[in-house]
């Protein structure tokens, strides 16, 4: 358990469908980040908010989009998904006000993202 | 970008120890050298940060050659339960940073 929730586990959805993954820290760090890992690739660093704005945008498709509402809270909203975005989700947590990588991160259990 | 170069695999024994080297030759002055260890279906997990020379925690070691082009996480004595991803991180800001492939780490009996 590191203090990281992420819900739910596992999705499956159609490509007209529209769905949101959850995450929820309980740490209270000051960053928060998405994560896509695919099959045989590395991590791939989506989005970073700190102190809930947004200070990362890595080039993700729009069809992904971010909602940080607070310090404990993170969602990822999907709509129109690819085959190609299947993939398991990861966010992490850390300390850092800047929302930098040299912080330690703490990650939950990830989502597991099947698109049809 | 400090892009990262690990082996794709390794294998052990149990009770041996392990090193594994990432290669970052771009780093910055400001980065730090980060290791994380990942097993299936789980999110990465902090083993050790450093910036330069060694670093030794209750689970590792990381060692640092003065130039920082790469570094070698160790692990002493390892058990059936070490196999895993592990991944070399490098960078301080999060748009400039990059995990490698990751090095699997596979421990036999």
């Known amino acids: 358990e590191t203090g990281v929730t992420q819900t739910p586990r596992h999705l499956v959805m159609g490509m007209t469908n529209k769905k949101s993954l959850k995450c929820e820290q309980h740490l209270g760090h000051n960053a928060m980040y998405w994560y896509k890992q695919s099959a045989k690739k590395p991590l791939e660093l989506m989005f970073v908010?700190?102190?809930?704005?947004?200070?990362e945008n890595n080039s993700v498709p729009s069809r992904f989009s971010p909602e940080c509402p607070n310090s404990s809270h993170l969602f990822l909203h999907l709509h129109t998904l690819q085959p190609e975005d299947s993939a398991l989700y990861l966010c992490a947590s850390s300390q850092d006000p800047s929302g930098s990588l040299s912080y330690e991160q703490y990650f939950g259990p990830g989502t597991r993202l099947t698109v049809t | 970008l400090a892009k990262t170069t690990q082996p794709i695999s390794m294998d052990s024994y149990e009770g041996q120890e392990v090193n594994i080297t990432c290669s970052h030759n771009n780093i910055a002055t400001n980065d730090y050298i980060t290791w994380y260890q990942q097993f299936p279906s789980q999110g990465p997990r902090f083993i050790i940060q450093?910036?330069?020379t060694k670093v030794t925690n209750e689970v590792a070691s990381l060692f640092i050659p003065a130039d920082r082009k790469s570094s070698t996480l160790s692990l002493p004595r390892v058990s059936l339960s070490d196999t895993a991803v592990y991944y070399c991180l490098v960078g301080t800001n999060a748009g400039k940073s990059t995990f490698g492939d990751g090095t699997t780490l596979t421990v036999k009996p």
């Open positions: 908010y700190s102190l809930e704005e947004r200070v």
């Open positions: 450093g910036y330069k």
